[in-house]
T-cell receptor, first 114, second 114 residues
Framework: DGGITQSPKYLFRKEGQNVTLSCEQNLNHDAMYWYRQDPGQGLRLIYYSQIVNDFQKGDIAEGYSVSREKKESFPLTVTSAQKNPTAFYLC?????????????FGDGTRLSIL | QKEVEQNSGPLSVPEGAIASLNCTYSDRGSQSFFWYRQYSGKSPELIMFIYSNGDKEDGRFTAQLNKASQYVSLLIRDSQPSDSATYLCAVNIVSNFGNEKLTFGTGTRLTIIP
């Protein structure tokens, strides 16, 4: 089945540790996105990529890094510089570039601090 | 002023009635409008998108767009208990710096009362 797969579903980070969240899609979508959702807040854009080997910062990129080496994959690394990483992380993808096409989401990863 | 505003609710509607969800946005140049449903603890699921003024119907759902007044609405007819969820409005917004992104409202929590 076509879709967006995020893993792991739950992740715990120790102090000073970098962790990587996986996002894979088999929809042949060009664009991929990472969002963060905190209770009572809307989704906030962390990074997005509209083409392989290129990505752009969103509103809250500090403390995060990404790569886009393959069309299907867009991993997000939460670095130790991100002081408040506890949140629900959502990966999305859309066909075409720009923000005109609907975005479809994976099931998300919940990150907590140990 | 928030870029995308929604009443947080909760909005309580009797089963079988029409649920009306509203969203206003700040950017007169916005071209794409999306409604997502998010069940508690789950990721957002796209249910409707609309690009042109007027109504767009899909089953029990109708999206209404009025660009002159800068609002978009979602009507749910014959509301069912399974419609109980948080509904997120998303709009493409161009910032003062010329960066475009999909901006999400904080969502309206809808409860259908049997």
């Amino acid at each position: 089945d076509g879709g967006i797969t995020q893993s792991p579903k739950y992740l715990f980070r120790k102090e000073g540790q970098n962790v990587t969240l996986s996002c894979e899609q088999n929809l042949n979508h060009d664009a991929m996105y990472w969002y963060r959702q905190d209770p009572g807040q809307g989704l906030r854009l962390i990074y997005y990529s509209q083409i392989v080997n290129d990505f752009q910062k969103g509103d809250i990129a500090e403390g995060y890094s990404v790569s886009r080496e393959k069309k299907e994959s867009f991993p997000l690394t939460v670095t130790s510089a991100q002081k408040n990483p506890t949140a629900f992380y959502l990966c999305a993808s859309s066909s075409g570039t720009g923000f005109y096409q609907p975005q479809h989401f994976g099931d998300g990863t919940r990150l907590s601090i140990l | 002023q928030k870029e995308v505003e929604q009443n947080s609710g909760p909005l309580s509607v009797p089963e079988g009635a029409i649920a009306s969800l509203n969203c206003t946005y700040s950017d007169r140049g916005s071209q794409s409008f999306f409604w997502y449903r998010q069940y508690s603890g789950k990721s957002p699921e796209l249910i409707m998108f609309i690009y042109s003024n007027g109504d767009k119907e899909d089953g029990r759902f109708t999206a209404q767009l009025n660009k002159a007044s800068q609002y978009v609405s979602l009507l749910i007819r014959d509301s069912q208990p399974s419609d109980s969820a948080t509904y997120l409005c998303a709009v493409n917004i161009v910032s003062n710096f010329g960066n475009e992104k999909l901006t999400f409202g904080t969502g309206t929590r809808l409860t259908i009362i049997p």
